[in-house]
Nanobody, 115 residues
Framework: QGQLVESGGGSVQAGGSLRLSCIAT????????MSWHRQAPGKERELVAGIVGGGQTRYTESVEGRFTISKDIAKKSLYLQMDNLKPEDTAVYYC?????????WGQGTQVTVSS
């Protein structure tokens, strides 16, 4: 097995940018389905962005046009570029890998956006 380790979270003002990274150790980096999710206090975890084998991406409506998901298969890494951040983007962000029909999660990284 392996682990997913996120980094890049922090505190920014509204309108700022952050770049999240997720690196996979072991053999759990899925070339077919990787994703970013987030969970705000008192809310359920939600899908933010996903990327599949062919490179197709999808985003939840609230981040469309502001966030960009990408991956580097050789580095077993997943990224989330977040621009024009809003206070409602405040949450713990998790990297997810759907590998051999099992979902793996990282430990999460906190993103806080102040107005």
């Amino acid at each position: 097995q392996g682990q997913l380790v996120e980094s890049g979270g922090g505190s920014v003002q509204a309108g700022g940018s952050l770049r999240l990274s997720c690196i996979a150790t072991g053999n759990i980096f899925s070339i077919y389905a990787m994703s970013w999710h987030r969970q705000a206090p008192g809310k359920e975890r939600e899908l933010v962005a996903g990327i599949v084998g062919g490179g197709q991406t999808r985003y939840t409506e609230s981040v469309e046009g502001r966030f960009t998901i990408s991956k580097d298969i050789a580095k077993k890494s997943l990224y989330l570029q977040m621009d024009n951040l809003k206070p409602e983007d405040t949450a713990v962000y998790y990297c997810g890998s759907n590998y051999r029909s099992r979902m793996y999660w990282g430990q999460g990284t906190q993103v806080t956006v102040s107005s």
